[in-house]
């Protein structure tokens, strides 16, 4: 079973001004703060200032001892504090007000601040995997290939303005003109080879908040799912998609599907890479699993098919 928190717990709520709503949901991050207060946690309410502040800042509180530092924002937001948390006994929380909100989903979690804060009251600690990109840690999962380069090329004013619906605008204007490129990836050491469309690696299930395209993925296995969509045109991917989203993967040649510790993705022209939704770099990278490597504050209404064992979740101890 998890682990109960503190009677009185530290706690810090970053918050991306920029993120959502979010700057005009101040008094409602209050409001919810203020539920915690009622109940004996001793809580914190920072901005962030910049790109990468929040990873600073939850580092800080880390070494301070705070038991719980809350991502205010999207998945960003979330993904800049985990980095500063991983490795630490400090866990991680989330409260939703960014653009697609995964790891909230992943949870089970009200899109309403105040029912999202009642729900942490009944939370325990949870220890779980992260994934690894190169040198930066991500939470849900890498995309490499054509929604990376969505991720690239969106523009940051339809992202606040038309929400996840410029995901879905830009990435049909890309379909027109992508190409699958052919790469060199390992996986454990296994190589596979050919022109390679997508691939996403995933720490956990949903994709864009809507589907699962490591469906069988687990947060606290030791492993990473890794489906990999095959293809020379972005044209043929609705057919590749109908057999991710109905996950009879084995049934079409041109989607495969691993679990693996370890992923290398090179190839002569290079892919671009996201992770948690931010645009990352190019290939050649290398992926890995860092088994247990963070702390999660998880509500009663998370999704149970995340865990190896629904009656037991955390396998690893610090």
Not at 37 to 45: C, I, R, S
């Amino acid at each position: 079973m998890g682990t109960a928190l503190p009677s009185q717990p530290r706690v810090l709520i970053l918050f991306n001004p920029f993120a959502g709503q979010a700057y005009n949901l101040k008094q409602t991050l209050e409001s919810a703060a203020e539920i915690w207060q009622n109940h004996g946690w001793v809580v914190e309410l920072r901005p962030t200032q910049a790109p990468g502040d929040a990873t600073v800042q939850a580092r800080e509180a880390a070494s301070k001892g705070f038991d719980v530092v809350v991502a205010a924002g999207g998945d960003g937001t979330v993904n800049e504090v985990m980095n500063g948390l991983v490795g630490t006994s400090t866990a991680l929380a989330v409260l939703p007000i960014g653009t697609v909100n995964i790891w909230a989903r992943e949870l089970g979690l009200s899109m309403d601040l105040r029912r999202a804060a009642t729900a942490f009251l009944q939370a325990q600690i949870e220890q779980i995997d992260v994934g690894k990109a190169g040198t930066r840690h991500f939470l849900l999962m890498a995309g490499i290939g054509f929604d990376a380069a969505v991720t690239a090329t969106i523009n940051p004013r339809d992202k606040k303005r038309l929400g996840a619906i410029a995901y879905v605008k830009q990435a049909l204007q890309l379909a027109w003109c992508f190409q699958g490129v052919k790469s060199h990836i390992r996986i454990d050491g296994k190589r596979i080879r050919g022109r390679v469309l997508l691939v996403v690696i995933g720490n956990s299930q949903l994709y864009g908040g809507v589907v699962k395209l490591t469906a069988h993925a687990v947060v606290n296995d030791g492993l990473l799912d890794v489906c990999i969509i095959k293809g020379r045109s972005m044209l043929v991917a609705p057919l590749r998609l109908m057999s991710v989203f109905t996950r009879r993967y084995n049934r079409d040649p041109k989607v495969e599907y691993y679990r693996a510790q370890k992923v290398i993705i090179k190839g002569k022209k290079t892919f671009p890479v996201q992770v948690d939704g931010d645009y990352l770099g190019t290939t050649p990278m290398n992926f890995e699993v860092v088994p247990g490597g963070i702390r999660v504050l998880v509500p009663p209404s998370a999704d149970k098919s995340l865990w190896c064992d629904e009656n037991s979740p955390s396998n690893y101890k610090f």
